[in-house]
């Protein structure tokens, strides 16, 4: 039941604390499967926490999903909550003592970066739209774009070149002094993230939440699935520009602001995926 992914990460992230949950994850799938008339049939690959596919007994197909009640992933619980319906999968019952919600099944479940290999304008266009469907307004309890922000000065610039360090602090300090009206935003959208659904069209998937401007949104999506083309990095700003009714160059800078702090999260967690991150920071922070 427990996947050697699953049971590695956890451990790693909270030592004996993550072995006991571990220990007691095979009674509670039991338990919340019976409490919640839900009928597993399929597990899915994950990290971060238990998810499996089943059905309910009305037989409409469901998605468990248990993790470690606290921290981040508790706040990621409750934006699926907030953000359940309108551009995102539906929660159908939800136990944050326990780390639990069923949500429904998308089905087919394609992604926008399966869908539109090749069509990057289309796959901009729907993610605009998906987007702005989802923001709510701002919530208590959610952390801010500021709060997000503090990395550089958690981080520092270490390995990243110095120009593009001190030029994105810059950058990141003027936009969030002059920072629009906030509202509850997904904080990891992007093409992986949004799929296909026959009863819904296109919805997204696994929000972090965090509370911030519209412009902040599109850092996810630009920094993710990079065209062959840079000059076409540009062409995205324009769609979501248009489409969103968003200054472009807040959307540039937020672009460019994310990508540095998306390659210093990888650097504090010990990950070296980081200079495809930089790459892209590069190309947007020379036109900020």
């Known amino acids: 039941m427990i996947s050697q992914e699953l049971a590695n990460t956890t451990v790693q992230m909270n030592g004996e604390a993550g072995s006991e949950w571990l220990s007691c994850l095979p009674a509670l799938v039991a338990q919340l499967s019976h409490e919640w008339g839900f009928q597993l049939s399929e597990m899915f690959a994950s990290n971060y926490a238990f998810v499996a596919a089943g059905s309910l007994t009305d037989g409409s197909s469901a998605v468990l999903k248990i993790g470690m009640p606290k921290g981040e992933y508790l706040v990621e619980m409750r934006a699926m909550v907030e953000f359940s319906g309108d551009g995102s999968v539906r929660v159908i019952r939800s136990d944050s003592a326990r780390g639990a919600l069923i949500m429904e ?30 923001w709510r307004p701002a919530a208590a309890g959610f952390p801010t774009v500021s709060d997000w922000g503090r990395a550089f000065q958690r981080v520092g610039p270490g390995p990243l070149p110095l120009a593009v360090f001190e030029k994105v602090e810059r950058v990141f300090a003027e936009l969030s002094s002059s920072m629009q009206a906030p509202v509850l935003l997904h904080g990891d959208f992007h093409h992986m993230n949004i799929l296909l659904d026959d009863r819904h069209s296109w919805v997204a998937i696994d929000p972090k939440g965090v509370v911030g401007e519209p412009a902040y949104e599109v850092g996810a999506f630009m920094r993710n699935q990079p065209p062959r083309d840079p000059s076409l990095l540009f062409r995205r700003l324009d769609i979501f520009s248009e489409r969103l009714g968003i200054d472009r160059q807040r959307l540039l800078g937020w672009s460019f602001a994310q990508c540095v702090l998306s390659a210093l999260w990888s650097i504090e967690d010990g990950g070296d995926w980081w200079q495809g991150t930089i790459a892209v920071a590069e190309v947007l922070g020379r036109a900020v």
Not at 105 to 134: C, F, H, N, Q, W
């Open 105 to 134: 099944r998308i089905s087919p479940g394609t992604t926008l970066a399966a869908a539109y290999p090749e069509e990057d304008d289309r796959a901009t266009e729907i993610a605009a739209d998906v987007m702005k469907a989802l």
